[in-house]
């Protein structure tokens, strides 16, 4: 069993704020995200939950035992930190039998969990091995191996792929998973890439400055952001948030940019409940701005190539309206030049409303 | 005019052939990009034609002038680096006239250089500050100012977004791009990101130990890979690559992979004049390869989904085709680990690849 959970966990260094307040579940078994930039609290938040740091105030359960008193030995997590950490001296043997020697298991015991984790990572060639003597992808295996064969309740990985290159963290983003299904242990990530959060995790923990912003899928938190930050944090090419002032003209209910206006009457009741304010910010991801060398009918705008770059398989173009700069993803097909006129169209059943003060969802 | 043009460089060190035998022509204006792993020559060519090392054998060119002998300072190229060496506590405006002073230019010609300069890159408004504390997007702005004030021929680029993160870089990629494309100026990047290169430079020169592998257009690389390595080196994730026999039967060609057969019949003849043996490579990339839940017409091949990892506006799909891995890159799609689904390849978008010479046949 590896149930977890957070209640009103708050930690504070000096008159920082660290943690603020977090309030989390995690059940048997998952695999969550914490996704936030530096400094958002992750790294904090994994050590309280080890406990090798006390929270301030708020309580830690591991499978409904309340914890904060229990020393991290009593815990039983397990913890993976980017810097892996093996003993240099030892092979990858005696690397992961370590944590087993040190609970005293027999000879037989240990011979039979290493050989068996070694299997499961794909590691078994690489027994006899130094630490020096293997890749970054290899060694970030070997300390996984040393974290899994205590059979934690749950394990703690502290930004593990943040040192490899990108092709290789592409290919463990896959492993990972691959491994998760077969480890079956409750799995708790931290990471300050959105991708790596939203590809691996069934759920993620948004997190900025010690707060807890939004805790969902990775599809609830793509398409249903519930705040302005978790909306331009989570997807590459970023969001568009355009700044607009409310505006009512005409019997109609429009979002002005400056550059150009979008009607929203068919929001009009949902905005005048809950803008505090005439300040809003209008938000279009890349992928759902169409653009077209002919104009089309309803609301369409002018606009200037600004970029384009063939990221195959996308193709990202930066077009500009007016003043303004948006970034939208083209098919594989598209063809265009710097300083091309194009018409460009929003879709309707995709865009947000931001309240700009509060930074909520409103649509 | 600046034509940069390397005639057979060679470059050793010692056992080590760093650089073999390279040939190839930057024309004016153009954005070139040096791409390769670790390790494969792109950055001692740099370095060579930047004039910090001898080259071994072959020439270097610039306008039409051999610079072999020429020192750095005389090629008239500037260098912009990785890691932004600068002073903290000088004002930017001194920072980029930094070079200018060092050639003893007057004080009036330092200050109009500098301030069309800042212009160009929007940093203008910066000049009176001091360096440290300026975010890294200006930072890099504030390097490209101090090698644009020289105004060089050429503009050597060492893997100048590396240190940034994913984010930073990938918006830095199209704001690099358009500042590079509007100066105008014969411009060469290195760098080991296949991504930043396809989206950024006009031609790329993809190298591996020493010897280059093709120069061409992001768009030519892409679509059409002249042999292996290219074609694994560029595209993520990395294009599927199955080993295959080359079969025909019955008027018919197939390529037998083991657990499926793909009729290449159209195909037939070019790869039967052009394989110097059955054994063949078929490749296909990630998005040209369609995941359905039910058999999609007589070319769909059975599979087992493995991994499924929602990337935004997009899935991965890892998959199994018998003991062949494949990894297809799809919009979003609802389905699990485990479940079967039948996946077509787009037959335009097919690779077939000589697995001895590794050399494409298509």
């Not at chain 1, 048997?28 to 609290?41: I, K």
């Not at chain 2, 590079?180 to 296949?194: E, F, M, N, S």
Request: with cysteine.
């Amino acid at each position: 069993m590896g149930k977890l959970a957070l209640k009103h966990v708050t930690k504070r260094f000096g008159d920082k704020t660290a943690v603020n307040k977090l309030d989390l579940q995690v059940a048997d078994g998952q695999f969550v995200c914490l996704l936030g930039p530096s400094g958002a609290g992750k790294t904090t938040t994994f050590r309280m939950i080890a406990g090798v740091e006390r929270p301030d105030e708020g309580e830690i359960y591991i499978d409904d035992v309340l914890v904060n008193q229990l020393p991290p030995k009593d815990r039983d997590i397990a913890m993976m930190f980017q810097s892996y950490a093996l003993y240099p001296h030892k092979t990858v043997y005696e690397n992961i039998a370590y944590p087993l020697k040190k609970r005293r298991l027999s000879d037989s015991d240990i011979k039979n969990r290493v050989n068996q984790v070694a299997e499961t990572l794909g590691i078994s060639s690489l027994l006899d091995r130094l630490p020096k003597q293997l890749s970054g992808g290899e060694k970030q295996r070997v300390a996984m191996g040393r974290a899994i064969v205590r059979q934690p309740k749950a394990l703690l990985l502290d930004e593990p792929l943040t040192n490899l290159d990108a092709k290789l963290r592409e290919q463990m983003r896959g492993e990972f998973k691959r491994l998760r299904r077969e480890l079956k242990t409750t799995i708790i990530l931290a990471t300050p890439d959105q991708l790596e959060a939203i590809s691996m995790g069934d759920r993620v923990a948004v997190m900025n400055f010690g707060n807890l912003l939004q805790f969902d899928s990775p599809d609830v938190l793509y398409n249903h952001p519930t705040n302005l930050f978790v909306a331009g944090f989570v997807g590459s090419p970023a969001m568009n948030l355009v700044e607009c002032t409310l505006v009512n003209t005409n019997g109609r209910v429009l979002l002005d940019a400056g550059d150009f206006t979008y009607d929203v009457s068919r929001f009009k009741d949902q905005i005048k409940q809950q803008a505090t304010s005439s300040e809003l910010k209008l938000g279009i991801r890349p992928e759902h701005i169409s653009m077209s060398r002919s104009r089309a009918d309803g609301e369409c705008y002018e606009a200037e190539i600004y970029v384009v770059e063939p990221a195959r398989p996308d193709i990202v173009v930066d077009i500009r309206i007016g003043k303004r700069l948006l970034t939208a993803l083209a098919p594989e097909t598209f063809r265009a030049n710097m300083g091309d006129k194009v018409w460009v169209t929003f879709d309707q059943e995709k865009i947000h409303i931001f309240d700009k003060k509060t930074e909520k969802t409103i649509v | 005019m600046a034509v940069v043009r390397l005639e057979n460089l060679t470059k050793r060190f010692g056992n080590v052939v760093a650089v073999n035998n390279l040939s190839l022509e930057i024309k004016d204006g153009e954005f070139v990009s040096f791409l390769g792993p670790s390790g494969c020559g792109k950055t001692t060519t740099l370095r060579m034609i930047a004039g910090v090392e001898r080259p071994t054998e072959g020439e270097i060119c610039i306008d039409d002038v051999v610079v072999n002998d020429l020192p750095s300072k005389d090629r008239d190229i500037a260098m912009v680096f990785q890691f932004y060496v600068m002073y903290p506590a000088m004002k930017v405006f001194d920072q980029i006239a930094f070079p200018l002073k060092m050639r003893g230019a007057s004080k009036d010609e330092i200050k109009k250089s500098v301030r069309e300069v800042a212009t160009i890159l929007g940093i203008d408004h910066l000049l009176n500050f001091p360096v440290g504390g300026l975010t890294m997007g200006e930072r890099q702005r504030i390097e490209l100012a101090r090698a644009m004030v020289r105004r060089p021929k050429v503009y050597l680029l060492d893997e100048p977004l590396t240190n940034l993160d994913a984010k930073l870089r990938a918006r830095m990629r199209g704001e690099l791009k358009r500042l590079i494309k509007t100066l105008g100026t014969t411009t060469i990047y290195v760098t080991h990101d296949q991504l930043e290169a396809i989206s950024m430079a006009d031609r790329i020169a993809v190298m591996t130990l020493g010897s280059l592998q093709q120069y061409d257009t992001p768009e030519n690389m892409y679509d059409h890979p002249t042999n292996l390595f290219v074609a694994g080196f560029i595209g993520t994730p990395a294009i599927n690559f199955v080993d295959c026999s080359f079969v025909e039967k019955d008027g018919r060609a197939f390529l037998d992979a083991g657990e499926f057969v793909y009729d290449i019949t159209e195909f037939r003849e070019n790869v039967a004049k052009d394989s110097t043996s059955p054994e063949l490579i078929l490749g296909i990339r990630p998005e040209h390869i369609s995941v359905n839940k039910r058999r999609a017409g007589e070319n769909s091949i059975e599979a087992q989904v493995n991994v499924v990892e929602p990337t935004g506006n997009r899935t991965i799909v890892r998959m199994s085709v018998g003991k062949h891995p494949m990894v297809a890159n799809t919009g979003v799609l609802a389905i699990s680990p485990d479940e079967k689904v039948w996946v077509n390849f787009d037959r335009t978008k097919i690779h077939i690849f000589d697995k001895k010479t590794e050399r494409t046949i298509i």
